[in-house]
């Protein structure tokens, strides 16, 4: 028995102080400072070996290193992903987010969850200084308490079946990626591109620039375009800032067609109904004559028809700004904290009370995570805080300020 736990309590530890990727990593970008390049290449490549979720950016490193060497690709490790170049991994998630809404006019808060799972094949391709990524995904979602969700106008559930590419080489980046969304009886799709090209790169930091655009069939569209901050490292600091200008696209009702031309509509209906209530209260009294003039001249009826009911395009542009800042310790425990603001001026819509709307779009929260071999457990907080500065004629038609909290946990996986 005793011989039984020694043994179970020494494979323990073995599991536990395994070497991971990012120990590699760490150990090959220590001997990279120390200038022991032969030793930095080895330790990088047996980096490479393990799975982790920084092999692509390892194994770019390790053919940056063979080429200022002049080694062949088939040199080394080289020669294992030349001869099996395809890779093929299933990533996904499980999660649950608590949902606290709270907006401006709204006497109590909504309160709901959404419990979903993502899970997402793909096939990783090298070739030369090239990588591919061909991906799938299906995410379900499931939302709790959704009747009393009303506001957030969620479905009991929704299905999101995507595909994507992603091609990386030498600086660069391209995501390209297309979602079709089932949410009850709605469907609608949309599509997204993502380019980024490095500039300038020092010490474990690069600059570069981004751009994005984004387009969903029922209405929305984005395009952004940044300059980017990067710095990346196994254990400490890492950080990610984008700083930019954005345009956005919506579709927006015309309110003020709509209530003008009701308007008429009521008054024509009211006219209309005066002009016949009067003949019956008086049409005994007139003479014949007199009668079939009156009936003669009497108003067109109004037809609702004439009320305009216009969908157009609400227009925005403004300032940008996305980070995500991160610790990573060496016990595989992670801190992050992120913030995106959004500062919007409309530049165009269905009148000219519209584009003296401003508006403000701003997210922030902090996250926990603890990796352990291929699954990351975390735990986090997020709150998005939107903000219309409304003229007097959209005041009571558009919210002026919203705010929804979410606290979730959860688990990913990358095998």
């Known amino acids: 028995?005793?011989?039984?736990?020694?043994?179970?309590?020494?494979?323990?530890?073995?599991?536990?102080?395994?070497?991971?990727?990012?120990?590699?990593?760490?150990?090959?970008?220590?001997?990279?400072?120390?200038?022991?390049?032969?030793?930095?290449?080895?330790?990088?490549?047996?980096?490479?070996?393990?799975?982790?979720?920084?092999?692509?950016?390892?194994?770019?490193?390790?053919?940056?290193?063979?080429?200022?060497?002049?080694?062949a690709d088939d040199d080394s490790s080289g020669a294992a992903n030349k001869a099996n170049p395809w890779e093929f991994h299933v990533a996904g998630e499980l999660g649950l987010y608590g949902m606290h809404y709270k907006e401006t006019g709204l006497d109590t808060a909504e309160k709901g969850g959404d419990l979903f799972i993502n899970v997402n094949p793909y096939f990783d391709y090298v070739s030369g200084i090239w990588s591919h990524t061909f991906a799938a995904s299906v995410q379900g979602d499931y939302f709790l308490n959704n009747d009393e969700m009303s506001v957030l106008d969620t479905n009991d559930w929704n299905l999101v079946l995507g595909l994507e590419y992603t091609l990386m080489g030498r600086g660069m980046l391209l995501d390209l990626g297309y979602d079709f969304n089932i949410e009850g009886d709605q469907l609608y799709s949309d599509f997204y591109l993502w380019f980024e090209k490095d500039l300038y790169k020092f010490e474990k930091q690069r600059v570069g620039v981004v751009a994005w655009a984004y387009y969903q069939t029922s209405g929305p569209m984005s395009f952004a375009a940044y300059a980017s901050w990067h710095r990346t490292v196994s254990e400490g600091l890492n950080g990610t800032v984008y700083v930019g200008a954005k345009f956005e696209a919506d579709s927006a009702f015309d309110y003020k067609s709509f209530m003008e031309s009701y308007a008429e509509y009521k008054q024509a209906a009211s006219?209309?109904?005066?002009?016949?209530?009067?003949?019956?209260?008086?049409?005994?009294?007139?003479?014949?004559?007199?009668?079939?003039?009156?009936?003669?001249?009497?108003?067109?009826?109004?037809?609702?028809?004439?009320?305009?009911?216009?969908?157009?395009?609400?227009?925005?542009?403004?300032?940008?700004?996305?980070?995500?800042?991160?610790?990573?310790?060496?016990?595989?425990?992670?801190?992050?904290?992120?913030?995106?603001?959004?500062?919007?001026?409309?530049?165009?819509?269905?009148?000219?009370?519209?584009?003296?709307?401003?508006?403000?779009?701003?997210?922030?929260?902090?996250?926990?995570?603890?990796?352990?071999?291929?699954?990351?457990?975390?735990?986090?907080?997020?709150?998005?805080?939107?903000?219309?500065?409304?003229?007097?004629?959209?005041k009571g038609l558009y919210r002026e300020s919203t705010v929804l909290t979410q606290l979730k946990f959860g688990v990913k996986w990358d095998i």
């Open 1 to 71: 028995m005793i011989r039984w736990f020694g043994f179970m309590m020494l494979a323990l530890v073995a599991l536990l102080y395994a070497e991971t990727q990012e120990d590699a990593y760490y150990r090959a970008m220590k001997f990279e400072e120390a200038g022991d390049i032969t030793a930095a290449l080895q330790a990088f490549e047996e980096a490479a070996a393990l799975p982790g979720e920084y092999t692509e950016e390892i194994q770019g490193i390790i053919r940056e290193y063979k080429s200022a060497l002049g080694l």
């Open 271 to 394: 006219t209309y109904n005066d002009y016949w209530q009067y003949l019956s209260d008086h049409g005994a009294e007139m003479g014949d004559a007199e009668y079939e003039a009156y009936v003669s001249n009497s108003p067109v009826e109004p037809s609702v028809e004439s009320v305009v009911y216009r969908q157009t395009m609400g227009k925005w542009f403004g300032p940008v700004f996305r980070s995500r800042i991160s610790y990573k310790f060496k016990n595989r425990i992670s801190v992050e904290a992120k913030m995106n603001l959004f500062y919007g001026f409309a530049i165009g819509g269905p009148d000219d009370e519209f584009k003296k709307i401003k508006k403000f779009n701003g997210t922030w929260g902090g996250m926990v995570s603890w990796k352990y071999k291929m699954m990351n457990f975390y735990l986090g907080l997020d709150r998005n805080y939107k903000h219309m500065d409304l003229p007097n004629f959209y």
